[in-house]
């Protein structure tokens, strides 16, 4: 899914996901880059996102 579908399910803006990718809290495994270098998300990046929030 693409950040702006991910930032709507999980209540966060697509500048906090980015941020949070940066930093290192969503990885490889929650985040795929297209042959166009954009980002495309996995369901279990919202289960990561939620936990994050809970922090």
């Known amino acids: 899914m693409r950040i702006q579908e991910l930032a709507e399910k999980a209540g966060l803006t697509?500048?906090?996901i980015r941020f949070y990718e940066k930093e290192g809290l969503l990885d490889s495994r929650h985040?795929?880059?297209e042959d166009n270098n954009d980002r495309n998300y996995s369901?279990?990046?919202i289960d990561?996102?939620?936990l994050v929030k809970k922090f």
């Open 14 to 16: 697509a500048y906090t």
């Open 31 to 33: 985040v795929n880059r």
């Open 43 to 45: 369901e279990g990046a």
């Open 48 to 50: 990561r996102l939620n």
